[in-house]
Each structure stands twice: as structure tokens, then as C-alpha cells.
């Protein structure tokens, strides 16, 4: 066998899909960066401590590293015994994550109803970006999960399936760590 040749599809994949985790790592520093900078830059407007309920961002922190348990529970189903409870997990992981989403645009909502959306200053800018940014990142993880359980349950388990779920677990499992560095900078330490 050649060393030169094609590299196995497995290979392929998985180096392809670490170097598109790393490129969204470098984008969210950027915007963290951003978010670092622009903290302080208020306008006059209110800031983290006048706007942000650390209960609620607890809550949403609780969903999302919920649904990291879920779909870690969700990977080891499709591993051991396929079948319904890879779907269980599956469907837990899809409803935490709605839940998550749902209290983010909630949260959205009452900022821009109390006039602070991302137009009143650089910190609400920012802070709507990098939210804003992973709450995408959420959504299309879920419309991704969606679709994943219509392979498992049409295709089966087989080794195509299996690499697009190892690929759709660790891009959960990062979005996940990036929402521990949102909770961490916009609403413990933007509170203060």
C-alpha cells in the first residue's frame, strides 16, 4: 500500500472537520476579543450589571451542559445498542437545546424592548455578536441533530452515519465550552 495515495474517507473527515472546529475557535477569540475591548464602551447606556439576569444565564448554562450529557449519553447509545435509545438521548438533547434557544431570544427580546439592543453602543454590539453568534451555532447544531436522527433511523447505524454523529458530538461539545467562556466574560464578569 502506498503511503502517497488517497488518504481513508475516516482520515479525511475527521482532519477536515478539526481544521473547520479550530477556524470557528479562532472566530469566536476574535469576537471574545472584541467583546474585551468594547466592554467598557457604554455610551452613556446601561451596562452588564444594569441588564444581565445571572439566574436566567445560570438556567441557560444548566440547559446547554445538560444537553452536553445528553449527547454524550446519545454517542454512547449509538455505540453500544442502536436503536431507541440513541433516539431518547437524541430527542433529550434537541429539547434542552430549544429550551436553551428559547430563553436566549427571550433574553434578546427584553433587551431591545428596554432599549438595548445592538444599535444603542459598542458593549451591546459586541455583546449581541458574541450571544448572538453561539446562539447560531446552537441552532444550527440542532437543525443538525435533527437531521441526524433521520439518518440513524432510515440508514442505521453504518460507518457514514457513525462519522457525521462523532462530527455533530464534538461541535456540540465546543459550542458547550465557548458558552462556559460567554457565561464567564458577558454575565459573571459583565455583572460586576
Known amino acids: 500500500m502506498s503511503e502517497r495515495g488517497p488518504a481513508p474517507t475516516r482520515i479525511v473527515v475527521g482532519f477536515g472537520f478539526w481544521l473547520y472546529l479550530l477556524s470557528d475557535i479562532v472566530m469566536f477569540a476574535t469576537v471574545f476579543a472584541a467583546h474585551a475591548v468594547l466592554s467598557q464602551a457604554t455610551d452613556g447606556g446601561p451596562a452588564g450589571r444594569d441588564l444581565f439576569d445571572q439566574r436566567s444565564a445560570f438556567i441557560e448554562t444548566a440547559l446547554l451542559l445538560g444537553s452536553s450529557l445528553t449527547c454524550g449519553l446519545m454517542m454512547r447509545a449509538a455505540r453500544r445498542a442502536p436503536g431507541r435509545d440513541f433516539q431518547l438521548w437524541a430527542g433529550a438533547t434537541l429539547l434542552l437545546g430549544l429550551a436553551f434557544l428559547g430563553l436566549e431570544v427571550r433574553e434578546f427580546a427584553g433587551l431591545i424592548?428596554?432599549?438595548?439592543?445592538?444599535?444603542?453602543?459598542?458593549?451591546?454590539?459586541?455583546?449581541?455578536?458574541?450571544?448572538?453568534?453561539?446562539?447560531?451555532?446552537?441552532?444550527?447544531?440542532?437543525?443538525?441533530?435533527?437531521?441526524?436522527?433521520?439518518?440513524?433511523?432510515?440508514?442505521?447505524?453504518?460507518?457514514?452515519?457513525?462519522?457525521?454523529?462523532?462530527?455533530?458530538?464534538?461541535?456540540?461539545h465546543a459550542i458547550d465550552i465557548v458558552w462556559i467562556g460567554v457565561f464567564t466574560t458577558v454575565y459573571l464578569l459583565g455583572s460586576r
Open 113 to 172: 424592548g428596554r432599549d438595548a439592543g445592538p444599535g444603542r453602543s459598542a458593549f451591546l454590539s459586541a455583546v449581541f455578536m458574541l450571544v448572538g453568534l453561539h446562539g447560531l451555532h446552537v441552532a444550527v447544531g440542532l437543525f443538525w441533530l435533527g437531521i441526524m436522527m433521520l439518518q440513524a433511523a432510515t440508514l442505521g447505524f453504518r460507518a457514514m452515519v457513525r462519522r457525521r454523529l462523532l462530527c455533530f458530538s464534538l461541535f456540540w
